[in-house]
């Protein structure tokens, strides 16, 4: 494969820019080998700058769930466009997509925009401190909710992709106000939040996480961690930053039905352009500037493109039979991998997966926290991707993250992909 023009715009990059990407994971550090430089991309298809194509399942790690460059999105922000880019004034645009936000996610009475996840997050989690007057927060390991400092603790993606056990810069007296403890851990959740001493304001969870790779929460986790939140007055954030619009209209608390105090979302309801929110009950969302003293701001927060983005994203969410027809696609292309993997590597690997988003881990499994995904084997991860990426196949320059399956992923794409990972499976095979 040639990659002549990816390797030149590589070694120019480094010399303006730290590792040459604006940020960390993109830099295919961990699978061994430098990363392509992206020309263009439209519905599954990402066709690099020596014009070599790939079928795409990273979808911007995420946000791409109807395929890149989806004709209805395009025609959106270019109609936006004719009006201009910013403002920094209030548009009707964000009462459309603040409608669509707050109608499918009911345990919001009013939502925030920002423009990324971490911007979401970090909001979230100063908002429920200013809220409960209480400063602790509780995460788990491995899941990964943006880089804001209180969050840089046994973090997933990037963090653990590139083995950082935290990141220096962040001083040890905010480290000290985050706890984090393992998922999937009932005897640590209940013992943790029952501890009154600590002060504790919210727990932020991703109710699938998809940081450490793909780990769904155990049978009853989410309804415990909503149990003892409630019973101890703590706020519990969803973050579905990834889970939202993605698991189902509703996101994770709707597949299953459980109502958190705040939601973080991003990603999808951007449609690819910079987007993040958080929304929550009232008496909390009322203590946000400049209706209450809890400060945030942005300048470019619900940028009409973006908002116009989303809009029209989450319209072409809302046809019917969208997700019944994304589910079908990814249990079918799931079960076939597993095949693959019965067959080529019996034992050796662990498919997770929750409707359209999934990791194959190279551990004999089961995957289902932090610990248990760190025992993959990266090297092995790195060959696979290094294979399928030589048969036009791209996927996450991780283990520790998720694989998408997007509507513009065609059946013939995904036999594709099943034969590519046939043969790469067969490379690897001990
Ligand atoms: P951003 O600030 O990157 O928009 O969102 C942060 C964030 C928050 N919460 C969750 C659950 C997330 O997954 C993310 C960001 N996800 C990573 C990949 N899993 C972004 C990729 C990257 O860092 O380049």
Redesign the pocket.
């Known amino acids: 494969m040639k990659i002549d023009n990816s390797n030149l715009f590589f070694s120019k990059a480094q010399k303006l820019i730290p590792g040459g990407v604006n940020?960390?994971?993109?830099a295919c550090k961990s699978v061994g080998c430098d990363p392509l430089f992206v020309k263009k991309a439209a519905g599954s298809k990402i066709i690099d700058v020596d014009n070599n194509e790939f079928i795409d399942f990273v979808c911007s790690?995420?946000p791409m769930i109807l395929g890149h460059n989806h004709p209805k999105v395009v025609t959106a922000i270019q109609q936006a466009l004719e009006n201009g880019t910013s403002y920094g004034a209030p548009t009707p645009l964000e009462i459309e997509l603040a409608e669509m936000v707050i109608n499918a996610f009911p345990a919001m009475d009013k939502v925030r925009f920002v423009s990324?996840?971490?911007?979401?997050?970090m909001s979230a989690i100063r908002l429920a401190r200013g809220y409960t007057g209480k400063k602790v927060v509780v995460k788990f390991d491995g899941?990964?909710?943006?880089?804001a400092d209180s969050f840089l603790v046994q973090a997933?993606?990037?963090v653990i992709t590139l083995g950082i056990p935290g990141s220096p810069g962040v001083p040890d007296d905010i480290v000290k106000n985050t706890i984090s403890i393992p998922y999937n851990d009932f005897e640590t959740l209940e013992k943790t939040l029952a501890d009154e001493s600590l002060e504790i304001a919210c727990v932020i969870i991703?109710p699938v996480a998809?940081?450490m790779g793909v780990v769904p929460p155990t049978e009853g986790f989410l309804e415990k961690l909503r149990e003892l939140t409630t019973e101890h007055n703590i706020v519990l954030i969803f973050?579905?930053?990834?889970?939202g619009f993605r698991l189902a209209p509703g996101g994770a608390q709707s597949r299953f039905n459980i109502a958190p105090d705040m939601t973080?979302l991003?990603?999808i309801i951007g449609g690819g352009l910079?987007v993040?929110a958080y929304g929550g009950k009232k008496e909390i969302m009322s203590q946000i500037a400049p209706e209450g003293p809890v400060y945030q701001a942005g300048t470019l927060s619900g940028n009409p493109l973006a908002m116009a983005a989303g809009i029209a994203t989450l319209q072409v969410l809302a046809e019917p039979g969208f997700y019944d027809r994304l589910e079908a696609k990814a249990e079918s292309f799931a079960a076939e991998l597993q095949k693959l993997a019965d067959k080529y590597l019996p034992g050796e690997t662990t498919l997770n997966r929750v409707g359209s988003m999934m990791t194959t881990f190279f551990n004999p499994g089961p995957v289902v926290d932090f610990k248990s995904a760190m025992k993959s084997d990266t090297e092995r991860y790195g060959r696979f991707f290094r294979e399928m990426l030589m048969r036009g196949i791209w996927l996450a320059p991780s283990q520790f993250?998720?694989a998408f399956i997007s509507d513009a992923h065609s059946q013939e794409d995904l036999a594709q992909a099943l034969e590519m990972t046939e043969s790469s499976f067969k490379k690897i095979k001990k």
């Open positions: 940020s960390p994971v993109r790690w995420g990324s996840g971490t911007e979401a997050t899941c990964y909710h943006g880089h997933g993606s990037g991703e998809g940081n973050d579905e930053v990834i889970n973080c991003g990603k910079p993040g993250e998720a």
